[in-house]
């Protein structure tokens, strides 16, 4: 049952000048950070992180300015959590139903020297009667990066557990024509634009110039985003994740998306981290698994 007094539940994790809670776009709760280097917001829909921007800068992430904003729906822009699938499913929600789930939040605390951190659980009612148990969390730490950590336990006592996870960041950039993304030279990929063929990019550098839909597999590597106009480097540091997704749908695709504007394929660039495909994990009962990405972002005197 949706309720308006949601964030008046939640105002007991406020922290004064670090931790708000507020009505969102489409009357969804919200949570506000602030920290000494940065800003955020993180939506209870999804636990969807939809902005983060340090001081000085322009935003790092993308949100759509046509994303739906309602219980039940997938925000198009920032991070979504992308578990326990990847892509399509038939009968089932594209991307599993962990962006759909309205996430708890269960702890916000301050971080040395002016950080915040805020604990959020996927209640168990997202799972759905039939789904195997497990316990799902997510961390997300603000300072002058952004830390994102999705932890997941199998608690059955004795039945394996396989999933697909995946942190799909929408990264705002000035033009698709000022990017190039370093840290994928030679890794074997699946073109999902090209029926999923296999394929190897033995540039040093990727340009973005029509839709791009790649699952790069076996590969822990951090990648860079330049955008040579901002002069900015963001960075992607990431452990427990194996596989990294490259998604612009470009103009026609752009066009078939209700919640995405056709021209925003311009100012925008996924670049997802997680376990898909033949990376997806198995977890023997009682283990753990945790996909952890940091992202930062620092001057870059590197032109085109
Ligand atoms: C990417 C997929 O991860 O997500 C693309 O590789 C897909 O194929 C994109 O189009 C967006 O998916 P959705 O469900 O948010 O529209």
Redesign the pocket.
């Known amino acids: 049952m949706v309720t308006t007094d949601i964030p008046e539940r939640l105002k007991r994790f406020e922290i004064p000048g670090r931790v708000t809670v507020l009505e969102g776009n489409g009357e969804l709760p919200k949570i506000e950070a602030t920290t000494d280097w940065s800003t955020a917001e993180i939506y209870l829909n999804g636990a969807h992180v939809t902005d983060f921007q340090k001081k000085g800068e322009p935003p790092m992430l993308f949100t759509s300015q046509f994303s739906r904003f309602a219980h039940g729906e997938?925000i198009?822009g920032g991070i979504?959590i992308?578990f326990p699938w990847?892509?399509?499913r038939e009968g089932s929600p594209?991307?599993g139903f962990a962006?759909l789930a309205e996430w708890e939040l269960h702890e916000a605390t301050t971080i040395p020297e002016g950080g915040v951190s805020l604990r959020f659980g996927l209640p168990l009612s997202a799972h759905g009667a039939t789904w195997p148990p497990i316990a799902t969390y997510y961390v997300v730490t603000i300072s002058d990066r952004l830390t994102l950590e999705l932890i997941v336990t199998n608690t059955s006592p004795d039945q394996p557990f396989t999933f697909e996870n995946?942190l799909?960041t929408y990264f705002a950039v000035s033009d698709i024509s000022n990017v190039s993304v370093s840290g994928l030279k030679g890794v074997h990929y699946l073109d999902?634009a090209d029926n999923f063929a296999p394929k190897t990019d033995n540039a040093d550098v990727i340009r973005i110039a029509s839709e791009v839909?790649?699952?790069y597999c076996d590969t822990e590597a951090t990648i860079e985003l330049l955008d040579s106009k901002l002069r900015r480097k963001m960075r992607i540091e990431k452990s427990g994740s194996a596989s990294t997704?490259v998604?612009n749908?470009w103009s026609a695709?752009a066009q078939q998306?209700p919640d995405f504007g056709n021209d925003e394929y311009q100012q925008m660039l996924?670049i997802?981290s997680g376990n898909v495909v033949k990376n997806k994990v198995t977890l023997a009962p009682g283990k753990t698994s945790v996909l952890k990405i940091a992202i930062s972002s620092e001057p870059s005197e590197q032109g085109r």
């Open positions: 997938p198009r979504p992308i990847f892509g399509a594209a991307h962006r995946c799909h999902k839909d790649r699952i997704v998604w749908p695709k998306m996924c997802e």
